[in-house]
């Protein structure tokens, strides 16, 4: 009897051991499964990175919540700098990018062809425009036809972007140029920004040509001049009081809930109309590279290099399409309808029907 007994214990425990070591067994397959699983969701993410202009911070934000929403599994890092700095990432640091977006499509054949990139669509338009707050000093007074005036009192601050390293830097230089000739005052350069620096444009020919110094070199007077790499810089200035003024592009202005000058057609580089009379200035950056004055034009690409071209293709025909035209406009930047590409033999069939040829 006491044999059953201890026979009948010694199986129950073995059925038990057994039926434990099965339900771990159960429990570990499934904690396995589970990690394999998110495994393969975290191999199938895709990280898509966008270079891109500092003055389009605010468009690439919608962009990437709009994208993202589309394709869960891709997360879009951007990377905002000036838009010659954003393509000397590629070009010359060497680093990888699968969409450039810079504020003058002209940069991207001047730096990229043909070596990093073989087209470029030109999608958005701006302007240059003066921005201030309510403590900007004569904040009151300033307008389109005196700010000149205002800028020049000694007491007044203003600030404008590095031209070696962003489109809104020369493009400020050649406004302020171009007023000497609008306004028949040919020391308004002068006055607000050669006595403050070594920045000088010269006669030549019949085209004022400005030749950049290094960026190491510009030296300007502080008590006057912020100069930085990216325009975007300068917001911490005018918020903060360090500066009175500085030149931005009018989509910027609006989206940061600045006050703005707007200037006159002639002179804000925003008009087709007035081309012949912007390309009497000229920016010759530090590197050699000639930027001649021309309506604003911003353009996008996508390097040869590029990790994700697919996904790359898929966001800039967001851009590009109605509803990145839609973004666009609600943030004050004209989007142009339909964009246009400089070289649309070299596009992919996916782009072509979304853009017109130059």
């Known amino acids: 009897m006491k044999v059953k007994i201890m026979l009948t214990i010694l199986l129950a425990f073995l059925i038990l051991g057994c039926t434990s070591q099965t339900d771990q067994t159960d429990h570990d397959k499934a904690t396995t499964s589970t990690h394999t699983a998110t495994q393969t969701v975290e191999q199938q993410k895709v990280v898509l990175k966008v270079f891109h202009a500092g003055s389009l911070t605010e468009p690439m934000k919608a962009f990437k919540e709009a994208f993202e929403k589309k394709y869960p599994n891709v997360e879009v890092q951007t990377e905002a700098a000036g838009s010659a700095a954003t393509i000397r990432k590629v070009t010359e640091l060497g680093r990888v990018a699968d969409v450039i977006a810079s504020a003058d499509y002209s940069l991207i054949p001047k730096m990229m062809y043909p070596e990093y990139a073989n087209w470029t669509i030109m999608f958005a338009k701006n302007q240059i425009v003066i921005a201030y707050t309510d403590s900007s000093k004569y904040a009151d007074e300033i307008n389109s036809q005196n700010w000149y005036q205002i800028l020049r009192r000694p007491d007044v601050k203003f600030g404008f972007s590095n031209p070696n390293d962003d489109p809104c830097g020369y493009r400020s230089q050649m406004v302020i140029q171009l ?22 444009f010269v006669e030549e020919n019949g085209t004022y040509v400005l030749r950049m110094p290094k960026s190491e070199d510009i030296n300007p007077d502080t008590s006057k001049l912020m ?22 592009y009018r989509s910027v202005a609006q989206q940061h809930g600045f006050k703005y000058v707007e200037l006159p057609l002639q002179i804000d580089l925003s008009s087709t109309k007035y081309a012949d009379f912007y390309s009497k200035v000229k920016v010759v950056l530090s590197n050699g590279k000639e930027v001649v004055g021309k309506p604003i034009v911003y353009g996008i690409t996508i390097p040869k290099n590029a990790e994700h071209r697919d996904y790359a293709e898929k966001f800039v025909k967001l ?10 406009d609600q943030l004050g930047q004209p989007p142009i309808v339909p964009a246009r590409a400089d070289s649309i033999e070299n596009l992919s069939e996916s782009l072509r029907g979304y853009v017109s040829e130059t």
């Open 319 to 328: 851009i590009i399409s109605e509803e990145g035209q839609k973004i666009l």
């Open 227 to 248: 100069i930085r790499s990216m325009e975007m810089e300068l917001i911490h200035g005018i918020e903060s009081g360090e500066i009175d003024y500085f030149f931005i």
């Open 179 to 200: 007023a000497e000739l609008y306004y028949n005052d040919s020391t308004i350069y002068d006055d607000l920004v050669a006595k403050h620096s070594n920045l000088k």
